[in-house]
């Protein structure tokens, strides 16, 4: 046993809680258990938890909270459901809160890994909390009301958990890209998208809505109390052993909160130059660039026409001459074991990522996506100091690259002498002939086997 342990024991006795038999006693137990002396007395009855708790506290000189007071009906006030929705598990509860400062009461405040994990817990959903005070406290006191809703909230999550599991690995089974969860007025409706269309997947009933809306928000970050703001975060799934990556964001609808998630499976198949359907003519123009040492290439074309699987396939096709290869994106769509990926976050944005990864040495960087001026400048300055530049860009049409890259404030001399070549893409719905596109079991109901790739391309002159 700790000295400090020991003397806390000693100090009990001086104070009245405990006789030196029962103290022999508890040292005599403690020989064979795991557990501290203080909690052995209060199972052998010698004293009371709360008398315990009070006289540690003093001793440790840290606070003790009867929360009784804090709690109506044994309840803690419901303005604190939002954080104590969160430490269900770890046995501690906020009893108050103020200008970003919360005040969680524990049994044991001394207890460090408990107070890391309520921490890491709290500052995942609640970056806005900047301080955290623990103090002790007796958690029977919130007995019963408190225990029967927690036991309550966690049935209900158990169920929805399972749910929610199994259609995610149903989507992910299927090669969804997106699952939606689309609120209606009396029911919640689960859509599919599978080869870019969407497919009503299931219909649930109403009040499933909520936990489910609650459940999924928790998982990824997001303020399960704020419902008329869109919000965005994600977590990982593990499904057939390897973690996939899902997307969350909300967005308030007039019948509730509308929740799309967006399936990164970042181990998905991988990317061949040769098989995505680019004519033979093109292919060689486009490896005569990836040959360059120099110079930048850009891929445009509608959200979810592939234009990352196309800069993917580049890399897979550059990685074969071993070279150093570093990715800068938003997100990683798809992990690469040959290069440095990199991913935006709150705390790094384009810029930043752009400069730190010129001062790594590469000789191919991939730019999830060139946004505004300052993504557009970088990645030509980047190309113009000797690397290999492969980034995205929002335009209708091969010919608009040019003009955008014009608005964007990019000399005309600079993209005549560093663009290696502009791409243009579309997936094409490529149709099931066997049910003559009705859709049937097979297609999952789409009517579609698959996509096919419409691309253009126009290179400078090399
Ligand atoms: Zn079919």
């Not at 623990?134 to 158990?158: C, E, M, R």
């Not at 074991?337 to 990522?353: K, L, W």
Request: proline share 2%.
């Amino acid at each position: 046993m700790k000295p400090q342990a020991q003397d806390l024991m000693h100090h009990f006795v001086s104070c009245g809680l405990l006789s030196d038999d029962q103290l022999n006693i508890i040292f005599e137990e403690e020989k064979s258990s795991t557990k501290q002396a203080d909690q052995i007395g209060h199972e052998l009855s010698f004293y009371t938890k709360d008398a315990c708790l009070q006289l540690k506290a003093k001793f440790y000189d840290l606070e003790y909270i009867d929360l009784a007071h804090y709690a109506e009906n044994g309840l803690i006030c419901t303005d604190l459901q939002k954080y104590n929705n969160i430490l269900l598990t770890l046995s501690s509860v906020v009893y108050n809160a103020e200008n970003n400062k919360l005040f969680i009461a524990v049994e044991d405040p001394l207890d460090i890994v408990l107070k890391d994990s309520v921490r890491d817990a709290i500052h995942k959903y609640f970056p806005e909390i900047n301080k955290i005070l623990f103090a002790f406290g007796n958690l029977d006191k919130l007995t019963p009301a408190y225990h029967q809703q927690q036991t309550a909230i966690h049935v209900d999550k158990n169920e929805i958990i399972s749910e929610l599991d199994a259609l995610i690995q149903k989507a992910i089974d299927y090669g969804a890209s997106d699952i939606h969860i689309k609120p209606d007025k009396n029911t919640t409706c689960l859509y599919f998208r599978v080869h870019g269309k969407l497919v009503l997947h299931k219909t649930w009933h109403k009040k499933f809505e909520a936990r489910l809306l609650s459940r999924l928000k928790i998982l990824s970050g997001l303020d399960i109390a704020q419902s008329r703001m869109p919000q965005s975060g994600h977590y990982s799934f593990k499904c057939h052993n390897r973690l996939v990556d899902l997307r969350v964001s909300t967005h308030p609808t007039i019948y509730g909160e509308k929740l799309a998630i967006r399936i990164l499976d970042r181990h998905k198949v991988r990317h061949d130059l040769q098989f995505l359907g680019i004519d033979n003519d093109n292919l060689k123009i486009l490896k005569q660039c990836l040959a360059q040492k120099h110079g930048l290439m850009l891929v445009s074309g509608a959200t979810g026409s592939g234009k990352t699987t196309t800069l993917y396939a580049c890399l897979d096709y550059l990685n074969k001459s071993g070279l150093n290869i570093m990715t800068l994106e938003d997100p990683v769509e798809s992990c690469l074991n040959y290069a440095s990926q990199m991913e935006i976050s709150r705390g790094v944005g384009y810029i930043d990522g752009i400069r730190s990864i010129l001062r790594q040495d590469p000789d191919v960087i991939l730019l999830g996506e060139i946004r505004d001026e300052d993504t557009a400048k970088m990645a030509f300055r980047a190309a113009m100091t000797g690397h290999l530049v492969l980034s995205t860009i929002h335009t209708q049409g091969l010919e608009g690259i040019v003009a955008r890259l014009d608005d964007l404030g990019v000399k005309a001399h600079m993209v005549k002498e560093f663009l290696l070549c502009s791409m243009y893409q579309e997936l094409q719905p490529k149709y099931h002939e066997k049910c003559y596109m009705k859709g049937c079991p097979e297609c999952l109901g789409t009517g579609l086997i698959g996509r096919s790739l419409n691309f253009q391309l126009k290179a400078a002159d090399l």
